[in-house]
């Protein structure tokens, strides 16, 4: 019996001798060969430690998941986000001190350094939101470059090219470029959709601009007129009426 098991144990280790030496499975090996080039080393069945190749691009060394194709950072580096990609990217933070977070893709390339005191998924247009330790957000474009300052108290996801913000419980809109195209004045407001976006200055007071931050559409509706190809049901002093993206009452 002893001599079965010694015999079994053997195998055992013959087995890993060989596959750490001709490396990980083919599969496995195929990605990392794209995605790192020889930068890997120890592996297990699934998952192989990669060292940083700075001739390649700054890569955080770490563990690569062949199954799932994500990436698990080092000790001094973690991925956040229960350790998931959303898309392409996963926000990490650096561990130890100061908690700061950046942006890393699914080869461990830093994409935006951990610099931040959060970060919000997914990337939009190329950007994603940021925010600073008083809780203030803007957006950065994967570049690193800052698009708007980190000023407001919430930004939405650009819709048309248009970003909702928030300042002081008043809304307002920004551009893909970070400019202002209405002060932050309105009482509420909706996201841009076919050119046009509704806002309101007081309740029950609405009406549309245009992406110039134009009125169109008077201010007078008791709620958000809502385009469909260009036609809205709006209603004033009990009266419904459809009226186009100009605000011309069609009945």
């Known amino acids: 019996m002893k001599k079965l098991i ?3 144990l053997a195998i055992i280790v013959f087995v890993l001798a060989v596959r750490f030496i001709i490396g990980p499975p083919k599969q496995i090996r195929i990605v990392l060969d794209e995605v790192f080039g020889t930068s890997f080393s120890k592996h297990t069945q699934d998952e192989v430690v990669v060292a940083p190749d700075w001739e390649r691009g700054k890569i955080i060394a770490g563990r690569y998941n062949a199954i799932d194709s994500t990436y ?10 229960s350790e998931k990609f959303d898309g392409k990217y996963s926000y990490f933070h650096t561990v ?13 390339k830093i994409i935006l350094e951990p610099i931040y005191a959060g970060i919000s998924l997914p990337v939009v247009s190329g950007m994603v939101k940021v925010n600073n330790q008083q809780q203030k957000y803007g957006w950065v474009n994967l570049e690193g470059k800052q698009i708007c300052d980190q ?3 919430d930004l939405w996801n650009f819709s048309e090219g248009i970003s909702k913000v928030e300042l002081n419980n008043k809304f307002g809109f920004i551009d893909t470029n970070g400019n ?3 002060p932050v004045q309105y009482f509420a407001a909706m996201d841009f959709k076919e050119g046009v976006a509704a806002v309101c200055i007081e309740p029950q007071k609405w009406g549309c601009i245009d992406k110039t931050g134009k009125i169109v559409v008077p201010l007078l509706y008791s709620s958000d007129p809502k385009f469909v190809n260009g036609v809205a049901n709006v209603q004033i002093d009990g009266k419904d009426y459809k009226i186009n993206r100009q605000g011309k009452r069609l009945q």
């Open 180 to 182: 202002e195209l209405t």
């Open 6 to 8: 010694y015999i079994l």
């Open 96 to 108: 130890g001190g100061a908690e700061n977070f950046g942006l890393i893709d699914k080869t461990g």
């Open 72 to 81: 698990i950072p080092s000790d001094s580096m973690h991925l956040s986000n």
């Open 151 to 153: 000023k407001y108290d």
